[in-house]
């Protein structure tokens, strides 16, 4: 069933706790058998986790994966998760047909736009995602309606990872607390890593960390941020995090301010993730979690 507005997710799990889940390697450090809140994740967890806990909540803004039209089987097989991919993202390259994801996704699903501000199209004419201006007349970006729903003076930006539109929809939920875990955004590529149970074992902790060379190969996959061009070249020891850094922490500032003036108290559970400087978001143990 496709959702039609942002206001099927307001309030929808007003009270309870959330627990919001990226790929990297401590993810695995999360008591999941104690925890009874809502699983919201981004990118490709919900298949790195597969074993440990179905989510609720599954959201994306990537145009490699997961695209309905190459991974519909994917997407389908996750049956009980609300799939919430940016369409704006995922066709921006790619013709958009809204008969196959009607008739195709057989899980609850929601399209959002995160970049058409003020409903003006891209200044890059190349890109097809302004056609969904018409197909979605009047269709706010989901920071434009976080602004509104809140009451901000701004909104936030077009987002360099989807890790923030993902703690954008805990919030809107009405989930309360917010944990974070997994979400490292680290500066230097020798911190680039991912979690991974190990070969024919779901759900078993392993932890692999890769080169430069896999990471670039499997960002299709880890989706946790979006790059253009080869950020290695000349700057070996870079994230792709790197340069959007300040953007980033700004953004998961301007939403744990936001957060806090409605009272949502953000944590999050790593001690190595560079949130650990955003000063609205609080630091805690994964083990003193109670869900």
């Not at 074992?201 to 960390?209: I, L, P, Q, S, T």
């Amino acid at each position: 069933m496709q959702i039609s507005s942002y206001d099927w997710f307001d309030g929808r799990e007003r009270g309870r706790p959330c627990l919001v889940v990226g790929p990297a390697p401590t993810a695995a450090d999360f008591p999941y058998n104690s925890f009874k809140g809502v699983y919201l994740t981004c990118g490709d967890t919900p298949l790195r986790m597969r074993g440990l806990f179905t989510p609720g909540y599954w959201v994306n803004a990537n145009n490699e994966f997961p695209v309905p039209e190459e991974h519909l089987e994917t997407i389908n097989g996750l049956q009980g998760t609300v799939f919430i991919f940016s369409d704006s993202v995922a066709y921006s390259h790619r013709p958009v047909n809204l008969d196959f994801l009607r008739n195709s996704l057989k899980v609850d699903w929601f399209a959002y736009d995160q970049r058409h501000f003020g409903g003006k199209p891209c200044k890059d004419s190349r890109l097809k995602c302004c056609r969904l201006l018409d197909l979605y007349p009047g269709r706010p970006t989901l920071q434009e309606f976080m602004q509104r729903r809140y009451g901000r003076p701004t909104h936030y930006s077009s987002g360099s990872t989807v890790a923030i539109h993902s703690l954008a929809y805990a919030i809107l939920l009405g989930c309360n607390p917010i944990y974070l875990q997994g979400i490292e955004l680290p500066r230097f590529a020798k911190d680039y890593a991912y979690w991974e149970p190990p070969p024919g074992a779901d759900g078993e902790a392993g932890r692999v960390k890769l080169s430069a060379g896999n990471s670039l190969k499997r960002l299709g996959k880890t989706l946790l941020h979006k790059v253009s061009g080869n950020f290695f070249r000349g700057a070996a020891e870079q994230s792709p995090f790197f340069g959007d850094l300040p953007e980033i922490l700004s953004d998961f500032e301007y939403l744990a301010d936001l957060a806090a003036d409605n009272g949502v108290e953000i944590y999050n559970l790593s001690r190595t993730s560079t949130l650990n400087e955003v000063r609205s978001i609080k630091s805690l143990s994964p083990e003193a979690v109670i869900g």
